[in-house]
Nanobody, 124 residues
Framework: EVQFVESGGGLVQVGGSLRLSCATS????????IGWFRQAPGKEREGVSC????????YYTRSVKGRFTISRDNTKNTVYLQMASLKPEDTAVYYC?????????????????WGQGTQVTVSA
């Protein structure tokens, strides 16, 4: 059974940092792209960042470039998202998933497999 278990969210002030983790199981983690999506209240889910399972190439959406860093540990089947210089517009539920990951864009791939997400709230 494919599973994604996100953790590490919380309430943080503007300019603060958080590190999200996502433990995965049920598929060949090292052989797949992996990424983070987020959904803010009243908005559609958007791709935030992803990392290729082939060569570790990364993608970041424009609004988080230079502030967020994605990494993966294939020995632990876990993906991380280090978030710094957080802004109120980063407030959302963050999900990890297997995406379509390209150098200049990303998209959803496994539509049926989503975890419960982890809430990130950035207060002004």
């Amino acid at each position: 059974e494919v599973q994604f278990v996100e953790s590490g969210g919380g309430l943080v002030q503007v300019g603060g940092s958080l590190r999200l983790s996502c433990a995965t199981s049920g598929f060949s983690f090292a052989e797949n792209d992996i990424g983070w999506f987020r959904q803010a209240p009243g908005k559609e889910r958007e791709g935030v960042s992803c990392m290729s399972g082939f060569d570790d190439t990364t993608y970041y959406t424009r609004s988080v470039k230079g502030r967020f860093t994605i990494s993966r540990d294939n020995t632990k089947n876990t993906v991380y998202l280090q978030m710094a210089s957080l802004k109120p517009e980063d407030t959302a539920v963050y999900y990890c998933a297997v995406p379509r990951c390209y150098p200049h864009t990303m998209g959803e791939r496994w539509d049926d497999y989503w975890g419960q997400g982890t809430q990130v709230t950035v207060s002004a």
